[in-house]
Nanobody, 123 residues
Framework: QYQLVQSGGGLVQPGGSLRLSCAAS????????IGWFRQAPGKKREGVSC?????YYSDSVKGRFTTSRDNAKNTVFLEINSSAPEDTALYHC???????????????????WGLGTQVTVSS
């Protein structure tokens, strides 16, 4: 059974940092592309980052978020730096088979989804 197990969410003050984890269970991430998505209350799900051979970022998080993968741990990470209240959302990781030079920030392109972890940025 393919699963993505997420952890690392929580409450952080504006300007602070947080690291989210997305661990694969039942399959290995080596040949998968991973996307990170977030959804705030009343808003559409937004793709913020993806990683295949390289990492890509939406304009809203570029320069503040960093995505990395540790194949030995079968885990992908999303590091949130210089956090802002508008980063408050439920964050999901998602996977699709394939290892490419580019990657997509579109939700229909991903097959396996984590249940999400809440990030709240507030003082």
């Amino acid at each position: 059974q393919y699963q993505l197990v997420q952890s690392g969410g929580g409450l952080v003050q504006p300007g602070g940092s947080l690291r989210l984890s997305c661990a694969a269970s039942g399959f290995t991430l080596d040949y998968y592309t991973i996307g990170w998505f977030r959804q705030a209350p009343g808003k559409k799900r937004e793709g913020v980052s993806c990683i295949s051979r390289r990492a890509y970022y939406s304009d809203s998080v570029k320069g503040r978020f960093t995505t990395s993968r540790d194949n030995a741990k079968n885990t992908v990470f999303l590091e949130i730096n210089s956090s802002a209240p508008e980063d408050t959302a439920l964050y999901h990781c998602a996977a699709r088979y394939g290892y490419y030079d580019g990657c997509s920030l579109q939700t229909p392109d991903y097959v396996y989804w984590g249940l999400g972890t809440q990030v709240t940025v507030s003082s």
